[in-house]
Structures are given as structure tokens and as C-alpha cells.
């Protein structure tokens, strides 16, 4: 474990812990191109860091009464069949392929979160979207889409969990980000339940990872006190953009 590895694991952590999501997209790359881990054993891995680290992080904003117990357990039971539908479809995907898929959706998540945070408020995710479905359709399909990627590719989701809560159950950001992490856990461990048996752990590699990101979202409800949640946003947008880039190289070098 070396220390950009823990410096990156806290990272994973702070963007958690103040943002309810963004981080845990940045685990996988860091688990293969930062600690040597091969693709598909990162997605498992990662499912390890992203979901102790969101629990911890969901106790600490339940103290605060930004948790709401119902919806975040709906919204990832929503997700279970999805999930196991990802983590099949994982097994039989190509790691560059899925490198690949994980880059696109970096960009997806950084343009997310840039269109929350613009003009220095959040919001959200970009201009007010008027859809006819009922909130409880509007949380059941994203909740199916977080799970799915959970599975998939082994992130979080929170960046399409926060403004799903915003948008369908008019929550206020503090207790959609809150919320967002009590999905985050519920869809990380029922990937690893779909893992089970099928994979190993690096554990060498994955508990030095989850405690530096443990530590992280500790911090990141003090940090995101002091700093405001846009400046925290654009700023993890920004790194997120640079490592999907990062990502497509490396893609391209091994295929050339």
C-alpha cells in the first residue's frame, strides 16, 4: 500500500462523507493503476471500500437527522435484481471493455456533478426536469439503474442517487446526501452477497484502502462545514475528468 494510495483512499472517503457520492467512482482506477489490482478483482474490492465507507459515513449524518431509513432502504431494494443482473454481466465483459465503461461513466458522473453545482449552488442536476411519472416510478427506475452499476462495475452511484432524491422526493441536500449513503451500503453489500464464492479479496490491499477512506468521509462532514459543497463538487469533477482521461490512455496503449 503505498501513500498516494492512502492519500486517494481518503479522498474517496472526503467526496462520500460531503457529498453523498463521486468518490467511490474513483476507487476501481485507483485499485488497478495505483495498487497493481487486475480489473475485475478492483470491481469486487472496490464494492469492499465503497460500502464500509458509505456506512460509516450514513451513521455519522443519521446523528445529524439527515438520514431518511425508509426511502434509502426502498430506493436499494429497488436495485437488488439489477445488481445481480450487473454483477453476472461483470463475469463475462472484458477488463478493457470494462476500463472503458468505466471511463464513460466518469464523464457522466463529472457532467452530473458540475451541473449540479453550477453557478455556485446546488441543485438537483441541472434545470428542473417536469416528468409525468409518479416520484415512487422516478425512485424504483433510478434505484434499478444504481443497482445495475453497483454490480456492473462496482461504484456507488451516488451521483445519480443525490439528485434522484432531490428531483422525486423534494429532499434537501443535506439529507439527500445523507440518504444517498444508507443506497450506497444497501447496493454494495448485496453485489458482494452476488460475489460471494466467486472472488477473492486482496485484503493486504483493500483494508489499509477502506480505513484511509473511512477516515476521509469522517472528515468530510467537517470539511464540507467549512468549504462550500460547490467548490467540493467542481473540484472532484475536475479530478474525475482527469482520471477518465487517464484511464482511456492506458486503454489505448495496451491495445496498441
Do not use: K
Request: proline share 5%; aromatic share 6%; charged share 10%.
Amino acid at each position: 500500500m503505498t501513500v498516494l494510495g492512502v492519500v486517494l483512499g481518503a479522498l474517496i472517503g472526503l467526496s462520500l462523507g460531503a457529498l453523498g457520492g463521486g468518490g467511490s467512482i474513483l476507487t476501481v482506477p485507483v485499485l488497478v493503476y495505483v495498487l497493481g489490482q487486475p480489473p475485475r478483482e478492483a470491481t469486487t474490492a472496490g464494492l469492499v471500500v465503497v460500502g464500509v465507507t458509505a456506512l460509516t459515513g450514513a451513521v455519522g449524518h443519521a446523528r445529524a437527522g439527515h438520514v431518511r431509513w425508509r426511502a434509502g432502504l426502498a430506493f436499494g431494494a429497488a436495485g437488488t435484481v439489477a445488481s445481480f443482473a450487473g454483477t453476472a454481466l461483470n463475469r463475462s465483459v472484458d477488463p478493457t471493455v470494462l476500463l472503458l465503461c468505466f471511463a464513460a461513466l466518469m464523464v457522466v458522473s463529472a457532467v452530473g456533478m458540475l451541473r449540479r453545482y453550477r453557478g455556485g449552488r446546488a441543485t438537483a442536476a441541472g434545470p428542473p426536469v417536469r416528468s409525468p411519472a409518479h416520484p415512487v416510478a422516478r425512485v424504483l427506475v433510478s434505484g434499478s439503474a444504481v443497482g445495475f452499476l453497483t454490480g456492473f462495475l462496482g461504484v456507488g452511484g451516488g451521483f445519480v442517487i443525490v439528485p434522484a432524491l432531490v428531483a422525486a422526493l423534494g429532499y434537501e441536500m443535506p439529507v439527500a446526501v445523507g440518504t444517498s449513503l444508507l443506497v450506497i451500503a444497501v447496493n454494495s453489500a448485496v453485489a458482494l452477497a452476488a460475489r460471494a464464492g466467486a472472488e477473492r479479496f486482496p485484503w493486504h490491499v483493500v483494508v489499509p484502502l477502506t480505513v484511509a477512506a473511512v477516515a476521509g468521509s469522517l472528515a468530510g462532514r467537517a470539511v464540507c462545514a467549512r468549504v462550500p459543497a460547490p467548490v467540493l463538487g467542481r473540484a472532484f469533477a475536475t479530478l474525475t475528468v482527469a482520471v477518465a482521461g487517464y484511464l482511456v490512455v492506458r486503454c489505448a496503449a495496451g491495445a496498441a
